[in-house]
């Protein structure tokens, strides 16, 4: 009973793409490990960028900072 869990910053992540992550993420299970896709699990968090670091900087600073630059 596999259970994956994907983490992602929430940062407009459509249904559609959540929903496409989970189908990839059960056949890839599927396919490189023999697993039953009605047993697998797959678990989507959305993390706010305020709460995921990178280094010293918390994704919602970097993503600031790469924006001034442009």
Known sequence: M???NIKITD???TAEQKRRLVQGTTQLLV???GKNPATTFVLIEEVNTDNWGIGYQVVTELRQ???KQR
Do not use: R
Request: glycine content about 8%; hydrophobic content about 50%.
């Open 65 to 67: 900072a790469t924006a």
């Open 11 to 13: 940062e407009g992540v």
């Open 2 to 4: 596999p259970y994956v």
């Open 31 to 33: 396919d490189v490990l």
